[in-house]
């Protein structure tokens, strides 16, 4: 079952091209300068009327959740807030009508996420699913959805789900940018075009497994780590965090960049690996200025860039190269390495990978 893989995990990782590629199968076409979701189509008329998006979700879901307010913000200029299942139940929400409520979940099965989507039910809000198992109790609650057909995912730490997620939102926000005409034509179609070529590009990524691995020995020893983003990097940041953190024990916080000097940047020495994810086009400087700060404190910096990139590279203890992207497309790519390298710590440090402590593939209870 695990085709040859060592774990489910990894299997999963690799398998991330063809899943990307499933989960916009039949949705879009550069050629045809389209994208459809068909939950979409179906409620096209709420979407574009809507006041609000809410996305509720927990854990990594949560996570593509972050991306894909930047993205919808970004593309479709609708408000979109994120919050964890959990809280938005119990606070006694505002919502109407006029909003729509997005849950994320790969079991479609997480306790929490449920009650939400039935609370978001009964005050009128339309309620929408991004889910992987098919027939799962969200997926039978929501009024229309998209699957997003990654396959079952074995491995506690969720990786495939992860993309798949942040696809489908990607496709979301371009067709509601479509229908609201809140990007040009050429924008789309850039995007568009692009999209269809991150599959390839995410096998790029893959190609610093055995270098990523390398770097994961020489790290593995150390108690804590930082992961830094900026933007659409960093629900990047706060995801290799939450891996590393489940499957090698080791302690690790993600933050936006600029939020180091608020804080965290008072833990920063020899010991403190931090992992900076610089695939950005826009705030370039400003990352590198963090890095000098990280540096400056004699922080260990492992740097993700795009292939050839130098200011940061030069400077960096590690480097790890993927290959350049528009930057909404980004966390697709950025977060491939990312899971590779908690992925191999674990491994180093002789963990369960597929199993970890205390956690459960599918959260039932709250
Ligand atoms: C992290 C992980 C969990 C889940 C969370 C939500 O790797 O697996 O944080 O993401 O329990 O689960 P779903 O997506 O099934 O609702």
């Known amino acids: 079952e695990k085709n040859g893989y060592e774990h489910f995990m990894l299997?999963?990782?690799?398998?991330?091209?063809?899943?990307?590629?499933?989960?916009?199968?039949?949705?879009?076409?550069?050629?045809?300068?389209?994208?459809?979701?068909?939950?979409?189509e179906e409620y096209a008329n709420r979407f574009v009327r809507a006041n609000r998006i809410i996305i509720v979700a927990c854990g990594t879901s949560y996570h593509s959740g972050l991306i894909g307010e930047y993205l919808i913000e970004d593309l479709a200029r609708i408000p979109v807030e994120v919050e964890y299942a959990?809280?938005?139940?119990?606070?006694?929400p505002i919502l109407n009508e006029r909003d729509i409520v997005i849950a994320l979940s790969q079991s479609g099965e997480t306790a929490d996420t449920l009650a939400a989507l039935e609370l978001a039910k009964q005050k009128g809000a339309m309620i929408y699913g991004i889910v992987n198992s098919v027939g799962s109790s969200i997926a039978r609650l929501t009024d229309a959805g998209s699957y997003i057909h990654a396959g079952p995912e074995i491995g506690v730490a969720s990786t495939k789900a992860f993309t798949g997620q942040v696809t489908v939102l990607t496709l979301l926000a371009l067709s509601m940018a479509q229908k609201l005409s809140t990007v040009s034509n050429t924008t789309f179609q850039t995007l568009v075009t692009e999209l269809e070529s991150i599959p390839e590009k995410v096998k790029e990524c893959l190609k610093a497994d055995e270098h990523i691995r390398y770097i994961a020995?020489?790290?593995?020893?150390?108690?804590?780590?930082?992961?830094?983003?900026?933007?659409?990097?960093?629900?990047?940041?706060?995801?290799?965090?939450?891996k590393l953190k489940e499957i090698s024990y080791i302690h690790a916080e993600g933050y936006p960049a600029a939020e180091m000097k608020h804080g965290p940047i008072a833990l920063i020495d020899e010991t403190m690996p931090v992992i900076v994810t610089a695939t950005n086009q826009s705030a370039y400087e400003k990352i590198i200025s963090n890095v000098q700060e990280v540096l400056a404190r004699k922080g260990v910096v492992i740097a993700v860039v795009p292939k050839g990139e130098t200011a940061i590279s030069s400077m960096a203890h590690h480097v790890i190269e993927i290959p350049a992207t528009e930057e909404q497309l980004s966390p697709l790519l950025s977060v491939i390495p990312l899971q590779l390298l908690s992925y191999h710590i674990a491994v180093e440090l002789g963990r369960n990978v597929d199993q970890p402590r205390n956690l459960a593939k599918s959260v039932t209870v709250e």
């Open 11 to 40: 299997k999963e990782i690799y398998e991330q091209p063809t899943t990307i590629f499933d989960a916009m199968r039949g949705r879009i076409s550069s050629k045809e300068n389209r994208v459809t979701l068909r939950g979409l």
């Open 217 to 242: 020995k020489e790290i593995k020893h150390h108690h804590n780590a930082l992961y830094l983003g900026r933007g659409y990097n960093f629900p990047v940041a706060l995801e290799g965090a939450l």
């Open 86 to 92: 959990s809280e938005f139940r119990y606070r006694n």
